[in-house]
């Protein structure tokens, strides 16, 4: 079973599709965020998709209205994504549109220090949220597998975690597997390194027996 999502944080377009081509054989998605789309335009995701054959996250942590939510996420999932990752903290009206056009991932931690100010003291009634909606997945941080541990003993059967962290912020995608997550989500490590594809072959076969 494959648990590794790549974080294709880069701009350039050709630089992402070589490293996701090569990376592809052991990873379960590709998630792009705001620097690639930004840097190569949306249609990087169509191109992702054919060129791997593997889901698309789109990693837009998306906080709006409903409308602008809806307007955005439409185009997103038009161009092949799989996936939205969303923030929660707006309400359940504007997690609802993105929810009503395809499958969504929402943010009920995140993996950097500063998220210990104001996103963690949410996480419950974030957690509550997701409970309620029922989407594909959460965001949670691979950085802390102790709150792992926790929202998962808080979220029904059946939702996902995946956690980003793994690598270059210090996670570990054994720990973070064994705690609750279903997927690890790495960046740098891989496409950064001088051989992505064996990065990505080693990080998989590091948490492939967990």
Same mark, same amino acid.
């Given at each position: 079973?494959?648990?590794?999502?790549?974080?294709?944080?880069?701009?350039?377009?050709?630089? &992402?599709?070589?490293?996701?081509?090569?990376?592809?054989?052991? $990873?379960?998605?590709?998630?792009?965020?705001?620097?690639?789309?930004? #840097?190569?335009?949306?249609?990087?995701?169509?191109?992702?998709?054919?060129?791997? #054959?593997?889901?698309?996250?789109?990693?837009?942590? $998306?906080?709006?209205?409903?409308?602008?939510?809806?307007?955005?996420?439409?185009?997103?999932?038009?161009?092949?994504?799989?996936?939205?990752?969303?923030?929660?903290?707006?309400?359940?009206?504007?997690?609802?549109?993105?929810?009503?056009?395809?499958?969504?991932?929402?943010?009920?931690?995140?993996?950097?220090?500063?998220?210990?100010?104001?996103?963690?003291?949410?996480?419950?009634?974030?957690?509550?949220?997701?409970?309620?909606?029922?989407?594909? #997945?959460?965001?949670?941080?691979?950085?802390?597998?102790?709150?792992? &541990?926790?929202?998962?003993?808080?979220?029904?059967?059946?939702?996902?975690?995946?956690?980003?962290?793994?690598?270059?912020?210090?996670?570990?995608?054994?720990? %973070?597997?064994?705690?609750?997550?279903?997927?690890?989500?790495?960046?740098?490590?891989?496409?950064?390194?001088?051989?992505?594809?064996?990065?990505?072959?080693?990080?998989?076969?590091?948490?492939?027996? %967990?």
């Amino acid at each position: 079973m494959k648990r590794l999502i790549l974080a294709l944080d880069v701009y350039e377009r050709e630089r &992402a599709l070589e490293i996701a081509e090569c990376t592809a054989d052991y $990873l379960w998605a590709v998630k792009v965020n705001w620097p690639l789309i930004i #840097g190569s335009g949306l249609g990087i995701i169509t191109e992702l998709r054919q060129v791997t #054959g593997l889901p698309v996250i789109a990693d837009l942590k $998306l906080a709006d209205i409903p409308n602008t939510n809806r307007l955005i996420a439409k185009r997103v999932f038009d161009a092949g994504a799989d996936y939205i990752i969303a923030h929660g903290f707006v309400g359940r009206d504007s997690v609802n549109a993105i929810m009503e056009l395809g499958e969504t991932i929402i943010v009920v931690e995140m993996s950097h220090p500063g998220a210990e100010e104001f996103i963690q003291p949410a996480t419950d009634k974030l957690i509550e949220l997701t409970n309620e909606l029922e989407p594909f #997945g959460v965001i949670a941080p691979a950085t802390r597998p102790e709150r792992v &541990a926790y929202i998962r003993s808080k979220l029904k059967p059946g939702i996902k975690i995946l956690t980003p962290g793994v690598g270059a912020q210090g996670g570990r995608g054994d720990e %973070v597997l064994k705690a609750g997550a279903d997927y690890v989500i790495v960046g740098r490590s891989i496409y950064a390194s001088e051989n992505p594809r064996e990065a990505a072959r080693n990080l998989h076969q590091e948490i492939a027996g %967990v």
